[in-house]
């Protein structure tokens, strides 16, 4: 009987193994299929997808970045992150069902996300962020109740926020932020997602307060809601979340106080909070966190002093407060038992000595106290400090020489110690920052020859030591420095000419040099220079004919040769970049006409000119200066009439046209200058009456008319 039964269903167990086969290679089939067409949707240029071919030997198994279920065969995971793959997501995806995984981060894929992949309702993970995708974000929580991990941040999409997500009760990660969706208040059902630990929403254009139910999100570790629109306070329920490590609040329109609740995170190790509108002090409950890692209260109205138990922290590596109102002295043992990185307190009201251990960690990288009131000498303990890169102490009340550990950081790419009271000279061992791109010394004491060592730093692209104590030469040196782009050495004692070396020079952006006892000539070379803003010798001892081409291929903005004994024709230039702003000539020898060049010229502010040897007609682009604040042609042999063209000149605060051969009638048309408060006629041969309108300018101030041909009163 057993015999028969085994042999009667003999066929039956065949007959399943043979359908059971068959159903394995169709879904095999599937699998490949799938595979192949989400491949030829995307771009792939380093080939990393080579192994996934349509091979009758081939497994979809074996393509990279494919996982597969070890009992079914099933593939549950793709993953190609940062493969530098682009192109777009295939429908396809939709046929994978057992699909638990799909990491596609970190590429440059666009287009859209297409509804198929809701058909893989087994997915768990799911990652699209730092991609190009586009389109409003399908709704994939009907079918994708599985999800724990949601990350497509970083992308273009756009539309409604895609508030669906409080419908995945099971998310552990949700990451949403930097796309362009819709400005809209945050959708309290987030609220709903009470195993959520990290909850990222930077950058969603959200706007409204932050939603109360956010906070009963107990699991939350990260919060990040950074650079939006929120509006209100930080919410006192905000101590509820006990698990918190991080706080990301920063560029909102955040205002009141500094909640005490943040006193209950225990654990918090980052707070950001720069760029609102915060106020009061710093409560005491939050300076007794021991944990902190990250301190950034930068870009608000917060005041009082830094508590002082933040100087025991023990893991502090960046602290920024810069841009607020805190005063006092700051702590004394700050950064003593902390591997501080970085630390900003620029533009406060601290006060006292400089903070003393702040590099005692030996890690300091960057350090900034620009705008406060320290004083005293920098502390001897940085002698130890050897990594930083960006030094900014500058206007301060420090004083002393500068110490010998200053010169000699060999990672500073900027060393900013300008505005203080420092004296004592340059040391030579400034040749050692080899990394050096900034050094700004100006508005010191400092004093002695500038050291020929400056030359040997290759990478120096501005270099400020204007308004000291320097005297000796220009070192020729400095011409080494082919990188360089700006040079102040101006309010020094220095003489001698501009070295041979200097003028070979191709990327000037600015030249100050003015307040000197420099002699000799303005290179020639100079006139070929590509970028030149700003140039500024006045007050020294140069002479000769000013370099014909100078300004004819640059973007001059501003130029003062004032006070010098430059003769030969004015320059003809200087406004052929249409950009010139500022010009000033005073007190040279120029002679001859003003060049019609000038009359492209229509942004001049300020255009002096006095006391040279300049004739001719004034030309019309002179009286037509519609942005011109101070016009000054006084002091040298001018003829012709004042235009009526003067009337365009509606910001001109002053005029000074005295001591030359105009003549003719004032013209009426001086009184529509509204703004004038400074006019200066007199000592020409102006005739006729005195124009009645001048008595309607309201802010006139200063003048005279005196020397002339005139009749009337005012």
């Not at 012709?640 to 000074?656: M, V």
């Amino acid at each position: 009987m057993r015999r028969h039964i085994l042999v009667c269903h003999l066929p039956l167990i065949i007959l399943l193994s043979s359908s059971l086969s068959s159903s394995c290679r169709s879904d095999h089939q599937i699998q490949i299929q799938a595979l192949v067409q989400f491949k030829a949707s995307l771009v792939d240029p380093l080939g990393n997808l080579q192994s996934w071919t349509t091979n009758a030997t081939s497994s979809p198994c074996s393509y990279l970045g494919v996982q597969c279920d070890p009992v079914t065969g099933a593939v549950t995971e793709i993953s190609l992150a940062s493969m530098n793959l682009s192109g777009r997501i295939s429908p396809a995806i939709g046929a994978l069902a057992a699909l638990t995984r799909l990491d596609l981060g970190d590429n440059t894929i666009s287009g859209g996300v297409p509804p198929e992949l809701s058909n893989c309702t087994q997915l768990q993970f799911l990652n699209l962020s730092c991609n190009g995708l586009t389109g409003e974000l399908p709704d994939l929580s009907a079918k994708l109740a599985a999800l724990d991990t949601l990350d497509v941040a970083n992308n273009c999409f756009s539309g409604r926020f895609p508030a669906w997500v409080g419908n995945l009760p099971g998310l552990v990660i949700l990451a949403v932020g930097e796309n362009s969706y819709d400005r809209g208040e945050t959708p309290p059902s987030i609220g709903n997602l009470k195993k959520l630990t990290h909850l990222y929403l930077s950058s969603c254009y959200l706007t409204g307060e932050i939603p109360e139910s956010i906070f009963g999100l107990t699991a939350l570790r990260t919060l990040d809601m950074s650079k939006n629109y929120l509006t209100g306070g930080i919410p006192a329920a905000i101590g509820n979340l006990c698990e918190l490590w991080s706080i990301q609040l920063y560029s909102n329109n955040l205002t009141g106080e500094l909640p005490p609740e943040l006193g209950k995170l225990t654990g918090l190790r980052e707070l950001d909070v720069s760029g609102n509108k915060l106020s009061g002090e710093i409560p005491a409950s939050l300076a007794v966190l021991r944990n902190f890692e990250v301190i950034h209260l930068q870009w608000n109205n917060l005041s009082g002093p830094i508590p002082p138990a933040w100087g025991e922290l023990r893991f502090l590596k960046r602290f920024a407060v810069y841009e607020n109102h805190f005063s006092g002295e700051f702590p004394v043992n700050f950064g003593r038992f902390s591997p501080l990185y970085g630390i900003d307190i620029s533009e406060n009201s601290f006060s006292g000595p400089f903070p003393r251990y702040l590099c005692h960690g030996k890690n300091l990288h960057y350090l900034l106290t620009i705008g406060n009131s320290f004083s005293g000498e920098l502390p001897e303990e940085y002698s130890a400090c050897h990594h930083l890169v960006i030094f900014r102490v500058h206007s301060n009340m420090l004083t002393g020489n500068l110490p010998a550990w200053v010169w000699g950081q060999q990672s500073a790419e900027i060393i900013d110690v300008s505005d203080n009271r420092f004296t004592g000279r340059i040391s030579p061992a400034i040749s050692k920052a080899q990394r050096l791109k900034e050094l700004w010394l100006h508005n010191n004491r400092p004093d002695g020859e500038i050291p020929r060592e400056i030359g040997r730093l290759w990478q120096l692209k501005k270099l400020y030591l204007s308004n000291n104590s320097f005297s000796g030469v220009i070192p020729p040196d400095l011409g080494k420095l082919t990188g360089l782009r700006e040079l102040d050495v101006s309010w020094n004692n220095l003489s001698g000419g501009i070295p041979v070396s200097l003028a070979e020079l191709r990327n000037f952006e600015v030249i100050h040099l003015q307040w000197n006892n420099l002699s000799g000539s303005i290179p020639p070379a100079w006139g070929e220079l590509r970028f030149l803003k700003r140039f500024a010798v006045y007050e020294n001892n140069f002479s000769g004919e000013f370099p014909t081409n100078f300004g004819r291929f640059s973007p001059l903005y501003g130029i003062d040769i004032s006070e010098n004994s430059f003769s030969g024709p004015f320059p003809r230039y200087l406004c052929h970049g249409k950009n010139l702003q500022y010009l000033l000539t005073i007190r040279n020898s120029f002679s001859g006409e003003l060049p019609e060049e000038y009359s492209a010229c229509h942004h001049l502010v300020i255009f002096r000119i006095h006391s040279n040897r300049l004739t001719g007609s004034l030309p019309s682009w002179v009286w037509g200066q519609q942005s011109a604040e101070i016009i000054d042609v006084s002091d040298n042999g001018f003829t012709g009439r004042i235009s009526p063209a003067i009337s365009k000149a509606q910001r001109l605060k002053e005029l000074w046209l005295h001591n030359n051969r105009l003549d003719g009638e004032i013209p009426r048309e001086i009184g529509r200058l509204w703004r004038l408060k400074k006019l200066y006629l007199s000592n020409n041969s102006f005739s006729g009456v005195i124009p009645p309108e001048i008595g309607s300018l309201s802010k006139l101030t200063e003048l005279t008319l005196g020397g002339n041909m005139l009749t009337g009163w005012l």
